[in-house]
């Protein structure tokens, strides 16, 4: 594949988990079956005739179903717990009058589960999950759940399954406050990886732009006819259009769409696939970078079949990439994996930084907040409107199979359980990211020192700082009744609303509204290339 066109696939993958991540940060809003937003704790005290103290467990309530006090129960009265007659209550299950009945995840819905055990006139159902951690049952369309559902990790059900077949058993249960769960390390630690991310961009896109310029300019001085050779060192970069940003709403939302409506076990193994590849390019760049700067000398341009001509560090360095993203492929489970997948869209994040460039605070404008409506319009409207259950909801849980994303970067919380993690999706990264390198490019358009300056750079990063400690803070005192927060709805304000008053302020927000490209002549194309990156793409191939 040529160097344009990894580029555009590098896009096109950035793109397609760019939106997937928008989704991976939704959380429900309510559906017609569902009678709360919010994750409600349950404390499970277990007492036997065959133990003298009695054990507690920690359960979470569903979405759907009634409240603890609402019942029998809400007094605290102990009520005896049995085993399903079918494990999996997916079929008619034995009376189970006044009892709490115990069932097993699988084979169907949590709301059909729930609903059988209502139909034995069970009091309440647990619901033991295989997962790692608990998370809120959810469901959809208009059915309803009149008893309390409760869901219990598999080792506690396993551990009250054996205490039920020694003897009598009975539990009484107790709603715990789940107020308080942003974790201030997680967090803080996630702001920083996301800040050095697109620090990191910006600074490596500067210099590819700059390497680029001298090249040619070296290469026309060779030629001595103004025609260059094809010398150019920087990378082919792709410049985003008006068009393109205003389609940007529409596009995402028909991949939304398409995930959603297509959610089978092999769209994620075909997500998880984008994802791979784009962290390879990623790596192989960082790798390539490192191996480059320590052993120069041995670079040269090897043949490859089908391949074609490439330099001979991009061998090792491809090498690298691959094994690194096979060892994360096989260890997804392990305690550690986490850090390597945020090295890995760290990578791929900061390539597609320095290869994607803004023209103008103009199109950086239309881009933003159409991702702001993006996420407007489908964690907040379109529940109220249409479907019965949240697309973006579904798509974030990733169906009944629940299926893992790789488009986050994750952080485990303190105290937590061991997949206990703050997550922040790859979208609230690259779209604020796109505008602050624009703005950092855009503050050295003629800086012909060896120090580039940073007049915007600290200020905008300032900015994206401020936005994600708002996104922490509506979370931690949950606004809007979410359990999550759209980030970019506190993003864009501050980043691009930073923008626009700083640029005001130096006198510059007409240049940088249209990218000053109508200012500057042909003899300053250098610095006009260093700059905005209005004309990188098409400037890199005409001299070619």
């Keep these: ?142 059915s309803s759940v009149t008893i309390p559902a409760i869901q219990v990790l598999e080792a506690d059900g396993n551990a009250m399954e054996k205490d039920v077949e020694e003897g009598i058993v009975e539990v009484s249960f107790t709603e715990i406050s789940m107020k308080g769960s942003v974790d201030l390390v997680a967090s803080m630690a996630l702001l920083a990886i996301a800040s050095l991310t697109i620090i990191f961009g910006a600074v490596w896109s500067l210099s590819d ?47 939304l769409l398409v995930i959603f409506f297509t959610m089978q076990h092999w769209v994620f193994i075909i997500i998880k696939a984008v994802f791979c590849f784009a962290a390879v390019q990623g790596l192989t760049a960082l790798f390539f ?26 061998i090792p360095s491809v090498g690298c990439a691959i094994v690194a993203v096979l060892i994360w492929l096989l260890n997804q489970g392990a305690a550690w994996a986490w850090m390597l997948q945020d090295i890995m869209g760290m990578s791929f994040l900061v390539n597609v930084l320095r290869l994607v460039h803004l023209p103008n605070l103009k199109v950086g404008s239309m881009l933003l907040m159409g991702a702001m409506c993006y996420d407007i319009f489908w964690v907040y409207i379109q529940p109220h409107l249409f479907g019965h259950e949240s697309v973006m909801v579904k798509v974030a849980k990733g169906g009944e199979r629940h299926e893992s994303l790789p488009m986050l970067f994750l952080f485990p919380r303190l105290g937590g359980a061991a997949s206990d993690f703050s997550m922040l999706g790859y979208g609230d990264v690259i779209l604020p990211g796109l505008l602050i390198v624009h703005n950092h490019l855009f503050d ?28 922490f803070t509506a979370l931690f005192f949950e606004v809007g009744g979410q359990g999550g927060q759209p980030a970019l709805c506190y993003l864009v304000p501050t980043v691009l609303g930073g923008t626009v008053g700083y640029a005001h302020l130096r006198g510059e927000l007409k240049e940088m509204w249209i990218g000053g490209a109508e200012e500057h002549g042909a003899e300053h194309e250098g610095e006009r290339l260093i700059g905005t990156g209005a004309t990188n793409s098409s400037a890199a191939t005409e001299n070619v």
């Excluded at 750079?457 to 994206?464: C, D, E, H, N, V």
């Design 1 to 142: 594949m040529g160097r344009g066109g990894a580029t555009r696939a590098i896009i096109l993958a950035a793109v397609l988990l760019a939106f997937c991540a928008q989704a991976a940060n939704a959380q429900s809003t309510g559906e017609p079956c569902q009678t709360r937003s919010l994750p409600v704790g349950v404390s499970i005290e277990e007492s036997t005739d065959s133990r003298e103290n009695s054990e507690t467990y920690l359960g979470l309530l569903a979405y759907f179903g009634s409240n603890i006090a609402e019942g029998p129960m809400g007094a605290g009265n102990p009520m005896s717990l049995v085993v399903a007659s079918d494990r999996y209550a997916c079929h008619t299950i034995a009376d189970a009058t006044g009892k709490v009945v115990m069932v097993w995840r699988g084979t169907c819905s949590f709301i059909e589960k729930a609903l059988n055990a209502q139909a034995a006139n069970a009091a309440a159902v647990i619901v033991v999950t295989d997962d790692e951690e608990l998370s809120p049952m959810s469901c959809a369309g208009n």
């Design 209 to 255: 732009l700059r390497a680029s310029y001298h090249h040619k300019d070296d290469g026309r001085r060779r030629d001595g006819d103004g025609e260059s050779q094809g010398l150019g060192g920087g990378l082919e970069g792709l410049e985003i259009t008006e068009s393109s940003a205003a389609y940007f709403v529409v596009f995402a939302s028909i991949v």
């Design 289 to 314: 970078a490192a191996f480059h700067s320590s052993f120069k000398s041995f670079a040269r341009e090897v043949d490859l079949p089908v391949v074609g001509t490439v330099n001979s560090i991009s």
């Design 444 to 471: 050295n358009r003629s800086n012909e020192t060896g120090q580039p300056r940073v007049g915007y750079l600290l200020p905008s990063i300032g900015a994206y700082v401020v936005g994600l400690l708002l996104t």
